[in-house]
């Protein structure tokens, strides 16, 4: 199958990896982006010879965040696009719709590796975050700066991955680590030389791959149910409405974007093109 916004290519034996392929706006998760990407998980998962799977980004960014321009964390809703003010139905639907794809990613059945180099921000950090695994080049930059200019936050598993004092520090900062200190966090799971990071991801995928594939899936599934059972179903629904309702107290004009425009979010690579 052919796709517009990701590479999709088997690179080892059992192991296939998803490159967002939009460099030119450092992946930013637009609406065509997002459809290839479940597309392309879709089809790894369908595929029996497959057993891992890497996402990775294309040119300097592994991924920027979502498309102000247009993606399911901007825009309103289908049917609601003449609204002028946020209503409670369009904001449910549209925090649902983030939710859909964070269950996709996070429910796949076969183990996924994020392969993290460049940027890494904000929706594209969550991305990663919903991956089993993660390496990250050492002098990649990871981080949620758009609390900072109104933005809400979706994800749940700050805590879980972080506890409560690194998640309030990069949360309420909104700065940009390195690799190298998401690593000593817990954020990814290790941070190598920016000209290893493909190599060592690969190497980690053939590891894994050599497992039976229905090892692999009953693995991930108990895995998933202890993390079910820690409350992150009822999580990712709370996180979900509080997004919801951070869109009602915005209304119409959507302060994160005015903020960006005035120039309150200077200096934040790619502030223009996605959060």
Request: hydrophobic share 45%; with cysteine.
């Amino acid at each position: 199958m052919a796709y517009d916004n990701i590479l999709y290519e088997q690179v080892a034996d059992r192991v296939v990896r998803i490159t967002l392929n939009r460099p030119q706006k450092m992946n930013a998760l637009s609406h065509g982006v997002i459809a290839d990407l479940e597309a392309g998980l879709a089809a790894a998962e369908r595929d029996p010879e497959v057993h891992v799977i890497v996402l990775a980004g294309a040119g300097r960014a592994f991924c920027a965040g979502y498309d102000l321009k247009g993606s399911p964390y901007i825009s309103y809703p289908p049917g609601f696009e003449s609204l002028e003010h946020w209503t409670a139905e369009a904001a449910l639907k549209t925090t649902r719709r983030i939710e859909e794809l964070y269950r996709r990613v996070w429910d796949a059945q076969k183990p996924i590796i994020a392969s993290i180099h460049g940027y890494c921000l904000a929706g594209g950090l969550y991305l990663s975050m919903l991956c089993d695994l993660a390496l990250a080049a050492e002098d990649a930059q990871l981080g949620e700066p758009m609390l900072r200019f109104g933005g809400a936050s979706s994800m749940p598993l700050w805590v879980l991955y972080l506890g409560p004092r690194k998640a309030f520090e990069l949360l309420y900062l909104g700065r940009a680590i390195s690799g190298r200190e998401a690593a000593q966090i817990n954020l990814v799971n290790r941070a190598v030389p920016p000209e290893q990071l493909e190599a060592e991801t690969l190497r980690w995928a053939q590891e894994i791959a050599e497992a039976p594939r229905e090892a692999l899936m009953s693995r991930k599934e108990f895995l998933r149910a202890s993390m079910a059972m820690f409350g992150l179903e009822a999580m990712f629904r709370y996180h979900g409405h509080m997004n919801a309702m951070s869109r009602l107290e915005r209304g119409g004009g959507n302060r994160m974007l005015e903020n960006l425009e005035s120039g309150k979010g200077k200096g934040l690579e790619g502030r223009h093109q996605s959060v």
